[in-house]
């Protein structure tokens, strides 16, 4: 019921009396005061007027299953949410669930990780009340083959979502980082488990750096915040909203081809590394050239002194010659 009332409080304007509160719920006036004090507990500032009832006067920064679901206006994404105080990873909890029967849509999210994963297996500290670390379950009907793209639409997702709220841009570095001023915002990791020719289920991890003010010396370099970018404080489960909300938006363009042929332009609009010199770091040979957007598959085309050349997601990594991008 405490979801209940935050949700109608926030949909108000003005006040809501503690008698429509019972009869909407069908409870009893102690019930109802019960709940408000729970959340006035948890931070939310509840004005309390005789003969007008209650008015939600500020909302905490604070991620809980019932913030989350109060903001909520997706339509199937959080229709589950999985919200822990502190989580090992969020990508690993979530192939729990879905391999426990998880619905598409059903994501996981922490206040922190103690053992956050990150792309190649490398870790990453997610403090607490810093940050956004969440991932989502999905169980595409698609081919294995094209699941690699995901992790394309969510980094335009993440982009959209950060830029709308800001009013900053967050670009792009191919495939999958956020960039803001020349530094990493976000980063997105995306797993798979499939059958040579069947999803079992894909989950995409996202990592945001918000309310951080510094970052510890061997990554201040190359890491930034909304904060740091921007010097304003952020509502975090607003932003979740908004990255869920673009993410339906863009996955749902993607089920119609099950490529990105419908979202290549917006993509290289958002890409940092466009028009740039980029260094591909193939293991077979590594090789520079200067970028030029991707195909309706995802692949980096970059074009070299001697010819153009596609570059897959997760075959290689990409650099900027001249810094981070």
């Known amino acids: 019921m405490k979801t209940e009332i935050l949700t109608l409080l926030r949909e108000t304007d003005g006040y809501v009396s503690g008698q429509e ?45 019932s913030e989350l679901q109060s903001v909520r206006k997706t339509r199937w994404i959080g229709e589950k949410i999985a919200f822990f105080d502190v989580v090992d990873s969020t990508n690993t909890r979530a192939k729990q669930l879905a391999e426990e029967g998880a619905p ?5 999210i922490a206040e922190r990780q103690d053992a956050g994963k990150g792309r190649r297996g490398r870790g990453f500290d997610s403090p607490a009340g810093q940050g956004i670390w969440m991932t989502l379950v999905l169980k595409p009907e698609i081919d294995p083959n094209h699941a690699s793209m995901i992790t394309l639409v969510t980094a335009l997702a993440v982009s959209k979502a950060i830029t ?55 990554i201040e370099s190359v890491a930034t915040s909304l904060f740091i970018e921007t010097k304003e404080h952020y509502h975090r489960a607003e932003l979740v909203e908004r990255i869920w909300e673009a993410f339906e938006h863009y996955y749902e363009i993607f089920l119609q081809t099950e490529d990105l042929s419908g979202l290549v332009n917006e993509y290289n609009s958002h ?28 692949e980096l085309i970059v074009d070299t002194w001697e010819s153009r050349k596609l570059v897959s997601t997760g075959e290689v990594s990409v650099r900027g010659i001249y810094g981070y991008v």
């Not at 509160?21 to 931070?43: M, P």
């Not at 077979?284 to 195909?295: L, N, Q, R, V, Y």
């Open 21 to 65: 509160l019972c009869e909407k719920f069908g409870v009893s006036r102690t019930a109802v005061w019960k709940a408000i004090n729970q959340l006035k507990e948890a931070g939310y500032e509840i004005e309390a007027v005789q003969n007008k009832g209650y008015r939600l006067v500020s909302v905490p920064d604070i991620l809980s299953e």
């Open 104 to 108: 598409n849509g059903t994501y996981v």
């Open 164 to 218: 709308d709220m800001t009013g900053r841009p967050a670009g792009i570095k191919w495939p999958n980082d956020i960039i803001m001023s020349g530094k990493k915002v976000c980063g997105i990791l995306t797993e798979m488990s499939a059958q040579f020719d069947y999803v079992n289920h894909i989950v995409v991890g996202i990592g945001v750096n918000v309310q951080n003010k510094s970052f510890p010396k061997d």
């Open 271 to 298: 890409l940092v590394n466009m028009h740039q010199q980029v260094k591909v770091l193939d293991p077979k040979e590594p090789f520079e050239g200067k970028a030029m957007g991707i195909t309706p598959k995802g």
